[in-house]
Structures are given as structure tokens and as C-alpha cells.
Nanobody, 114 residues
Framework: VQLQASGGGLVQSGGSLRLSCAAS????????QGWHRQAPGKQRELVATITSGGATNYADSVKGRFTITRDNAKNTVDLQMNSLKPEDTAVYYC?????????WGQGTQVTVSS
């Protein structure tokens, strides 16, 4: 499985961005997809996940602002980010997790200016 993240960029505080992660290979629909982020000098942290059944989970810091969705027909998982804050600045990584292991994309930079 290979994952390719896109959609990052520079945005002002209060703005929006939409990240997309495209997966190659099969079995996409049975995995749990997620977005994580890592800010400079900090550990990577969970942002949001979505299971094969569509159940979602969000970090408290992004609840009500971010929305994770998946399209099994297109093998994509998106992260809509609204009301962005400077503290959302980080490299965002998508991943897919199976019972036997997980795979990670290369990351996309999101920078929110104040």
C-alpha cells in the first residue's frame, strides 16, 4: 500500500484547507484511515480517524473544526480543516491501519499564519 498526501499550504488564521490522501493497492476499504500531525519539536499526534464502517474519532483540539471523510470507490481519505489556528501548523500525515500493520504517507505541510 502506498499513500500520497496533498493539499497542504499556507493559510491565514480562520481560513480553511482540505487535505487529501490517495491510496494505491487493494484492501483500502477494510482499513482504518487516519490523519496525524507533527509540529516542530513535538511528538506526532492523532488528529482524526475513520473506520471501515465510517465511525470517526477526533482529537479534542480539532473537534468541531475538522472533518474526516473517506471514499472507498476512489481510495481516498480527506481532511477538511476549517477555522484554522496558528497552533494547527504542522506536517500532516495520513495513514491506514490494518490488523497486521499500518502504512504512512509522506506528509504535507500546513502553515497557519496569525
Amino acid at each position: 500500500v502506498q499513500l500520497q498526501a496533498s493539499g497542504g499550504g499556507l493559510v491565514q488564521s480562520g481560513g480553511s484547507l482540505r487535505l487529501s490522501c490517495a491510496a494505491s493497492g487493494t484492501l483500502f476499504s477494510i482499513g482504518t484511515q487516519g490523519w496525524h500531525r507533527q509540529a516542530p519539536g513535538k511528538q506526532r499526534e492523532l488528529v482524526a480517524t475513520i473506520t471501515s464502517g465510517g465511525a470517526t474519532n477526533y482529537a479534542d483540539s480539532v473537534k468541531g473544526r475538522f472533518t474526516i471523510t473517506r471514499d472507498n470507490a476512489k481510495n481516498t481519505v480527506d481532511l477538511q480543516m476549517n477555522s484554522l489556528k496558528p497552533e494547527d501548523t504542522a506536517v500532516y500525515y495520513c495513514n491506514i491501519r490494518y490488523p497486521w500493520g499500518e502504512y504512512w504517507g509522506q506528509g504535507t505541510q500546513v502553515t497557519v499564519s496569525s
